[in-house]
């Protein structure tokens, strides 16, 4: 049998909320269910807006959902080698050039892109010569990888088949940043890779990103994971779940005395595994849950909802 291993990769942001709870929840749930282990990484490398101690706020608010993971934490800040070992491979392969791009484009290219947020093309004409070397040397330039003209289809366990041009829609990515790390799209393979990743669960406005990691995978001469990417909770305007929605974090329902297992009752509605909320825990979440049973489209957050976290309604 092989072995499948799976991450849970917050970003210690200090907003994990309702959508992305249900995320870990469910990529948990998938993986325990099926004899998967599970790695847990913290993305501290993800942005500017990483806050200091919300590492071990995440963590915290993840065991206090009531999951668990195998072996160590990785904190991606500990070592930056492997990502510079990484950018010496591309670079001396020819998938890399330095190039000096806007503030803007590198706080863009830190974190991970997710829906709603607007990001720039890279002129292809902007492309220096690439039949000359352009070895990693100067870590804190940005680099940007050389995105082939091409169609990408990505094979989704639950999103199915979808073709990306990630040369139309974003060109050259930027894969180092002047601040000398690595953006999120390397930094993600990198560590996928080295925590021997097989499957790779996570919000369906990364599934574009999928494609880029995919041509970083191939660039590496390795081969991607199997993708999972689920449907988004949004608001009951249409837009993804954030802030202009209210205080949806779990600390905060925490904090106001909801217990986990209503938490897990709402999140449990929102994953098709019962048709009203009802409260439970984290392990009969995962006994009961199927991924087939998982509502295709976005889940919407509704004042309701809140009400009966709440036990107001
Ligand atoms: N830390 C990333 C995020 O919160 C995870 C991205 C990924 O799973 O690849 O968006």
């Known amino acids: 049998m092989t072995v499948r291993i799976t991450r849970l990769a917050p970003s210690p942001t200090g907003a994990l909320h309702l959508g992305n709870a249900r995320t870990f929840l469910v990529n948990w749930a998938l993986a325990r269910r099926q004899g998967w282990t599970i790695r847990m990484r913290i993305e501290d490398l993800d942005g ?3 806050r200091p101690d919300a590492a071990e706020d995440v963590l915290d608010i993840l065991r206090w959902l009531g999951l668990d993971w195998d072996g160590d934490v990785l904190h991606q800040t500990t070592d930056l080698a492997p990502y510079v070992e990484a950018m010496r491979r591309l670079a001396a392969a020819g998938c890399a050039y330095p190039c000096a791009a806007t503030r803007r484009e590198i706080e863009q290219a830190a974190s991970a892109p997710h829906a709603g947020e607007h990001e720039l093309r890279y002129p292809p004409a902007l492309r220096p010569d690439l039949d000359r070397p352009h070895p990693f040397d100067a870590p804190d330039t940005n680099y940007r990888f050389v995105v082939p003209d091409e169609s990408i289809v ?22 180092w940043t002047k601040r000398g790390a690595p953006s ?5 393979v990198v560590d996928d890779l080295r925590q021997g990743v097989t499957d790779v669960v ?10 880029r990691q995919a041509l970083l995978y191939r660039a590496l001469g390795a081969v991607e994971p199997r993708w999972c990417h689920l449907p988004l909770v949004i608001g009951e305007d249409g837009r993804r779940l954030a802030k202009r929605h209210g205080d949806t974090r779990v600390e905060t329902y925490r904090a ?12 449990a509605c929102w994953s098709g595994i019962v048709s009203a909320p009802e409260p439970m825990t984290a392990t009969t979440f995962r006994d009961a849950f199927r991924l087939d049973r998982v509502p295709t489209t976005p889940i919407i957050y509704r004042s309701t909802d809140h009400a009966w976290l709440l036990g107001t309604s």
Not at 154 to 173: K, M, N, Q, W
Not at 184 to 188: F, G, K, M, R, W
Not at 204 to 211: G, I, Q, V, Y
């Open 48 to 50: 500017p807006r990483v």
């Open 154 to 175: 990505v094979d989704d366990a639950f999103a199915g088949r979808t073709t990306h041009r990630p040369y139309d829609e974003i060109g050259d990515f930027v894969i």
């Open 184 to 188: 999120y799209q390397l930094a993600v």
């Open 202 to 211: 996570r919000g369906d406005d990364l599934l574009p990103s999928a494609a």
């Open 256 to 267: 106001s005395g909801v217990s986990a297992d209503r938490l897990i009752g709402l999140l």
